[in-house]
């Protein structure tokens, strides 16, 4: 295995997971109030998705889904509307005791928490032009040459973005332990406001742009 290939998928991984979007809004607001696990998954979905879009840029197909990505089309706004809609339900979601059991933990909870991520992410026109710019920045496709290096690139891609995910749903979770209802209740105000905003953006965007 290419240790430097792969440390540079990892890289990329980390760095494309990052930036603070509505997937880290929902991975904070779902750690803190239901715990580690949902909050893990979610960041799971869209590392999944970041996979993904590795695969389509690596093995040469992302200019095609360049064009398909063009702003003419239904992606980004059909994005917003979802961030719109998951953002008003955190928005509105009753306030628990971070304290007690939940059944976030069903595995009903789990795929939503899942699906949605990955949904969000791989309908992001963002995300796959920023893989184009990361891959070409680094020069990802003049070093998998071969089969098995491209499937370490995708690896080390999908290890870094989980990485990432689980070092933010640990230190969210970590201050979920004593947060009353009222806290709570702050939480899913503010990060329900944040994601129908990030949604709001994203159709102003399509449209003017």
Known sequence: MDLILLSKAIGIGIAIAAPVGPIAMMCVQRSLKYGWWPGFFTGLGAAAADALLAAISIFGLSIALAKVFDRTNWFQPACGIILIILGTLIYFEKSIN????TSALQLRNIAENWLSAFLITILNPATIFAFIAVFGGFK???S???PIQKITVVGGVFLGASMWWVGLTTAAASFRRGLNPKTMLAVNRIGGAVVVGFGVFAIIDWGVF
């Open 144 to 146: 998998a040459v071969h």
């Open 140 to 142: 990802i496709g003049d």
């Open 98 to 101: 971070a304290n007690k059991k």
